[in-house]
C-alpha cells in the first residue's frame, strides 16, 4: 500500500524489487509476498489519487477524477472508504473468476502447439499496442515490436547463435528480464517524478471513512458489473489494470441515470474504478498461469519471478500440480482481506506517508533499484541494462509511448522467437500451418483485424460501408 502509495512507485516496481529480495525463500512464501504486494500497490494508489489527484500507479488514474472532487467537498475519508471496499470486492469478483476459468482454460491450452503459441504472442503485442494506445495505435506497436527486438539479443533458443551481440560476452547473454524491468519502471519513474514540480501534501481526511450501507448496496449491479469488465480486461494480454479502471468507469457513466455527476464527485464512478483495476489484478494472472503469458505489467514481473522459484505456469500447470492454481486464489483472497483491513484501520496514519519530501525518497529508491538489478546474477553489466532501459523508458515516456507493449514485448519475445524457429523446424520450412490449423488461422485473423481497425482511414471506410443503406 506504501509503494502504490507514493507517486512515482508502481506495483511493478514494487514487485521487482521485492523479488530480488526473495530468491532464499520457499517458493509458496515468495509468490504470497509478491501477489500481497500487486494487490497492495494497485489499491494504494488510490490514496494519493484521491488527496492529491495524482494517481500513485497508472491503474488509479480512472479514480481521481471523482475521487479528488470528493476531497475537495471534504469527503476524503469516505472517498477512501469507498476505494478500500470497491477493491476488496473487485479482488474477490476476479478471484472467483481465477478458481473457475483457470482450470477449463489450461486444458484449452494443451492444445496449443508452437504454430499457436507464435501467433498467441504476436497478438499479444498488437492488442496490448491497440488498447493501451487509442489515440494513436501506431505509437503502441511501435513500443511492443521495440521490446520484441530487443529480446532477440543475446543466444538463439536452438543452436545457440549469437545475435546483435558485437562481440561482447555480456550481450550475449541477453538482457536480463528483471533489470529491464527495475530500469524502465523504476528508475524511468524516478526520472519523471524529479521532472515534475513537487506535490502539495493534504493535512485532512475529514471524520467520516466508512462508506454508507446505501451507497454499497445500492450500487451491487455496479460492483458486479466493474469486476467483470476488469477481470475481462486482465485476461487479455499486456492491457491490464488501467484499461480495467477506465473501461468500468465508462460504462458505470453510460448506465448511471445521473451521467452528468461523473467527474464532479460520484461516488458510483470511484467505486466502478476502484472495482474495475483490483478485478484486472486476478484478471491478469488467469493467463500467466494458464499460458505463461501475462496480462499486465506487473503480471510480466510475477511471472518471472515464478520461473525464478522453479514454478512452471503453462497449460501443464493443472497436470503437473493442479493445487497451486486454488493457492494462488487463496492468496489472493487474504490480501484482499488486509487491504479491506488495512485500509479502512490506517486511513489517517498511513498520510504520514506522503509527507516524505521526495528529495530523501528518490535516492533510496534508486540505491534499491541498483542494489536489485545486481543482486539478480551479481553482473556489473545488469546495472547498466537497468540504466539504459530507464533512460529509454523515460524517453518513450517523454513523447506519449506506452510502456506496457514495451515490456510485454521483451516476456513474449522469447516465446515467440523458440516458437517460431519450432514450427518451420516441424513444417520443414512452410509456413503453411501457421495460417491453416484452427487455432492459429483465428489467432492470424484477430492479429490482422487488429492491426486493420487500428488504422485511420481503413476504419473509417469499414463504418462508411457499414452505414451504406442496401
Not at 528480464?177 to 521532472?195: D, N, Q, R, S, T
Request: aromatic content about 10%; charged content about 15%.
Amino acid at each position: 500500500m506504501t509503494v502504490g502509495m507514493l507517486p512515482g512507485l508502481t506495483a511493478t516496481l514494487g514487485i521487482a524489487l521485492l523479488t530480488t529480495l526473495t530468491f532464499r525463500m520457499a517458493a509458496d512464501d515468495a509468490i504470497l509476498i509478491l501477489i500481497a504486494m500487486y494487490v497492495g500497490a494497485i489499491y494504494g494508489g488510490s490514496r494519493t489519487a484521491i488527496l492529491l489527484n495524482i494517481p500513485g500507479t497508472p491503474a488509479n488514474a480512472a479514480s481521481g477524477l471523482d475521487g479528488f472532487p470528493l476531497a475537495r467537498a471534504g469527503r476524503a475519508g469516505e472517498a477512501m472508504g469507498i476505494a478500500t471496499v470497491g477493491s476488496f470486492f473487485g479482488s474477490v469478483v476476479g478471484l472467483l473468476a481465477l478458481a473457475l476459468i483457470a482450470p477449463q482454460l489450461a486444458e484449452f491450452g494443451l492444445r496449443f502447439q508452437s504454430y499457436e503459441f507464435f501467433w498467441l504472442a504476436v497478438f499479444g503485442v498488437v492488442i496490448s499496442g491497440r488498447l493501451t494506445a487509442m489515440d494513436d495505435p501506431i505509437k503502441g506497436w511501435i513500443s511492443g515490436f521495440l521490446g520484441l527486438f530487443l529480446a532477440q539479443v543475446g543466444q538463439e533458443g536452438i543452436h545457440a547463435y549469437q545475435r546483435f551481440a558485437y562481440g561482447s560476452v555480456d550481450l550475449a547473454g541477453g538482457f536480463g528480464l528483471l533489470p529491464a524491468l527495475v530500469g524502465a519502471f523504476g528508475f524511468a519513474e524516478i526520472l519523471c517524478v524529479m521532472k515534475e514540480p513537487a506535490y502539495v501534501t493534504v493535512r485532512d481526511v475529514g471524520s467520516r471513512i466508512l462508506p454508507s450501507l446505501r451507497d454499497l448496496f445500492g450500487r451491487w449491479w455496479t460492483v458486479l458489473r466493474s469486476g467483470l469488465i476488469g477481470t475481462t480486461m486482465g485476461i487479455v494480454p499486456g492491457v491490464g489494470e488501467d484499461m480495467g479502471a477506465w473501461v468500468s468507469y465508462a460504462a458505470a457513466r453510460r448506465a448511471s441515470r445521473e451521467p452528468e455527476t461523473f467527474g464532479k464527485g460520484a461516488t458510483e464512478g470511484l467505486l466502478a474504478a476502484e472495482t474495475g483495476n483490483n478485478a484486472a489484478v486476478p484478471g491478469a494472472i488467469i493467463p500467466v498461469l494458464t499460458l505463461a503469458v501475462p496480462g499486465s505489467a506487473p503480471a510480466a514481473v510475477l511471472l518471472a519471478a515464478m520461473f525464478i522459484h522453479g514454478v512452471r505456469p503453462g497449460p501443464l500447470i493443472m497436470i503437473e500440480s493442479p493445487d497451486f492454481v486454488f493457492q494462488v486464489a487463496g492468496m489472493l483472497f487474504w490480501a484482499s482481506v488486509a487491504i479491506l483491513v488495512l485500509g479502512l484501520a490506517l486511513t489517517k496514519p498511513m498520510l504520514f506517508v506522503l509527507r516524505v519530501p521526495r528529495e530523501y525518497l528518490m535516492p533510496v529508491i534508486f540505491v534499491l533499484c541498483v542494489v536489485g538489478a545486481f543482486a539478480i546474477a551479481s553482473r556489473v553489466f545488469d546495472v547498466y541494462v537497468m540504466l539504459g532501459f530507464g533512460i529509454l523508458g523515460f524517453a518513450l515516456r517523454q513523447m506519449n509511448y506506452p510502456m506496457a507493449p514495451l515490456v510485454l514485448g521483451i516476456v513474449l519475445g522469447d516465446i515467440l522467437d523458440k516458437n517460431f524457429r519450432r514450427g518451420m523446424v516441424l513444417s520443414d520450412g512452410s509456413f503453411e500451418p501457421f495460417v491453416t490449423r484452427p487455432i492459429s488461422a483465428v489467432l492470424a485473423a484477430l492479429t490482422l483485424v487488429t492491426i486493420l481497425w487500428g488504422i485511420g482511414p481503413v476504419r473509417r471506410a469499414a463504418g462508411r460501408l457499414v452505414r451504406r443503406p442496401s
